[in-house]
């Protein structure tokens, strides 16, 4: 408990210096604010009303705190482009995001792991030479570069990387959480079922971006639980287990991989919420309406309002996942939390 309570307390820190960067955002562009949400042109009215609209008179200290509780009630303004609330537009597009991020994470996973286990059974070997050799030169290509090969092998017309194909999902309703935690809590959790239960109806429209965001992927997780998996293999208790007789296979799986896994689960989640900004480019290409594409959108359209909320949605997203990440890191290996809520 005292663990969990010191990472809180950090996690609260962090999340407030997010925030306060993210607003920071239009007071340190050059030019007036008021002038430059009125596209740089706006009439006198315009410019007025905006400044009356975000209190741009008041002390910067006071505009932050008000600006934080319309925040944290999921009051992030308003679009420029259609008047669309920015809450709004982020829970309509990112449920798109986390299916591409799944459905690249699995893949990811689903071959890398295998390889390791490959690897780490016959370090040196023939298939370990030659999976690494692949993976590190499949790691060379830019994913906006894989995009565009896949696309010519797998064309659009067979409805695979193709957007029209995609199955729409519920928007979350990130509106106003703190209204209402307990039903805030609920919806969310009952929309779960029906997110995951899109992700089959989506496979085809998802595959080609996910692999492309995968295959950068593959070769980080092959070479380092390959790594780990082989300093495991090396422990004393290992040696114990192949002196008592145990099968190969079950000393890997069941001695030496969950050890070996806690580097593993630290970098799945880093790139989790690194790649969440790392879709703008894919989404763009394969036109899929996601937070990608929506920050894209608002960048080209001057949109500042919009790209203001988008950073801090992805912000404030790769904050949570390296904190529930320490968290598992910390529960896989009792030493960590034990040795850090001593000290």
Known sequence: MRFFVRKL?????????????????????????????CAGGGTEECVAQKRAELNLDDPLPVRYVRWLGGAVT??????????????????????????LLLYSQFI???????????????????????SSATLFMLLAVPNFVMAMLLIWIFPVTLNIGNASGYTPVTPLDITNPFA????????????IPQFIGSLPANFFSL?????????????????????????????DYIAMARAKG????????????????????????????RLIGGTIILEVI???????GYT?????????IAVQGAVLLIAIFYVMINFIVDLLYAALDPRIRHARAIA
């Open 9 to 37: 307390a950090q996690l609260v820190v962090v999340l407030l210096l997010v925030t306060f960067f993210s607003y920071l955002m239009l007071e340190l562009l050059p030019g007036d604010t008021a002038e430059r949400l």
């Open 74 to 99: 999921g009051d992030l303004g308003s679009s420029a482009r259609n008047a669309q609330p920015v809450t709004d537009a982020l829970g309509e597009r990112m449920p798109v995001t986390l299916s």
């Open 108 to 130: 990811a996973l689903i071959i890398a792991v295998p390889l390791a286990f490959a690897a780490a059974r016959r370090a040196g070997g023939a298939l370990d030479r030659g």
């Open 180 to 191: 209402n935690p307990i039903t805030f809590v609920t919806d969310l959790i009952s929309s």
């Open 207 to 235: 595959l080609i971006p996910a692999v492309c965001l995968a295959v950068a992927e593959m070769a980080v997780y092959m070479r380092l639980l390959r790594t780990d998996l082989i300093a495991t293999l090396q422990e």
């Open 246 to 273: 145990m099968p190969p296979r079950r000393v890997l799986l069941g001695h030496a991989f969950k050890p070996s896994t806690f580097s593993l689960i630290t970098i799945i989640g880093l790139n989790f919420g």
């Open 286 to 292: 394969f036109g899929l309406n996601g937070l990608g």
């Open 296 to 304: 894209y959108a608002a960048i080209q359209g001057q949109d500042y």
